[in-house]
């Protein structure tokens, strides 16, 4: 069965970060003092979800344990774990439900006779429900009854229509890459593969980048992917790429350094890419490096990755060809963008950059000798008449910065 079921968490203390909410609620299992409705908001497979089942096992276990973590044998434990949702805990998709089938299932979970202690109601995608149907739900929340809870769920950042006003709100944040690989890491060793032989090192690094950057901070997506490469041992980015079809902007930016330098080579290399997806990446990369090179400001300092390609790419003398590539194809990029439609454009700065000579700038130069520093080795002196395509004075880095000029 799949890591991202079997791995669910089934307490508190088991969920990934979310130390507000795990501080929170484990002081409200103190006094069982429970609020009566909760919105967890944020992105997809952040763990909203499981964090809302976990909550809910805490509030109507019969067994708690003395830190107030759901003892996950009782009958309205079971329901929630084996998704039954047929005891004290129901569950409601406000995506799919019908706009009088909310209103009547809410209203009788609410007003109904129960002879539970507690109850409490799960409704999913709540950013979806009919206006009618937010309506009731909010004169429901705005007169809770006693012992009756709701967990909401949204996918909206904002005010989810009022309703943040009345629920102790909960955001999700996007997990940022460097956790990612942690979370990844952990993963690994907990499955008892992060010391595996068969497993080389590269995918412990560069691997694990690659899959923290294209899951865009979802834990869900995140361990997808790696139970997906480690089953079919698609260990190396280029593997990666030709077996799931992604993309990371470490693969990206080396696409967009080799059309600067003209590589013949690099035509292979972005054969591997769906058309919309490099232009995603690629645009957001093009379009940082330009507002670096109009008034030198950085969008993300504390990236050294970020930082250090930024600055090669905004050295590239056919730069402005680049930029003019991709603006070329932004009205062509959504719905569809055809690959033919994808090189032309790209063929232009290609041809530009050739035609503009292949040696380095002051500004690649110093990118060089820097990044050789950070590198953990001496730094080797390059020449601006050195060729783009000498390599040889930079050490080798087991993180994926890019290391040529």
Known sequence: MQWSITRRPQKLSELYGLTNIK???YEKAKTKEWPKSILLRGQF??????????????????????????????????????????????????????????????SDFAYGTSF?????MIIEEVQELSTAAKNSLLKILENPRDKIHFILLSMENGGASGLASRCVPFNFKKIPVKELMLFLKQTLEAEELWKDENIPDEFK???????????QGSIRQALQLLETCVIGKYFTAQEIVDNLGIADESMVIDVLLDLMDADPNVWIK???FEPFDFFA??????????????????????????VHNTKMLASKSAFPALLAAFEELAPNSKPFLRKSEMYVSLLKAFESAKAGGTRLSEGAV????FIATVGGGTTTPVSPDTPNNCTDAIPTRSVPVRTRG
């Not at 107030?68 to 805990?89: K, M, T």
């Not at 990446?281 to 970020?306: D, M, P, W």
């Not at 110093?366 to 000798?369: I, L, P, T």
């Open 366 to 369: 110093a990118a060089k000798q």
């Open 281 to 306: 990446l690629g645009f957001k990369i093009v379009a940082y490096t330009a507002i670096y090179r109009s008034c030198g400001h950085l969008a993300n300092e504390g990236n050294q990755f970020f």
């Open 270 to 272: 972005l054969d591997k």
């Open 45 to 106: 497979g952040n763990g909203k979800t499981t964090a809302a089942q976990v909550v809910a096992q805490m509030m109507v276990c019969q067994n708690p344990a003395k830190n107030g973590d759901p003892c996950g044998e009782c009958p309205e434990c079971r329901s929630i774990i084996e998704g039954r949702f047929d005891s004290a805990v129901q569950m409601l998709d406000g995506g799919q439900a019908g706009k009088s089938d909310v209103i009547d299932i809410v």
């Open 116 to 120: 539970y202690p507690r109850r409490v």
């Open 205 to 215: 690094t560069r691997g694990l980048a690659t899959i923290a950057q294209v899951a």
């Open 23 to 25: 501080t929170y609620f």
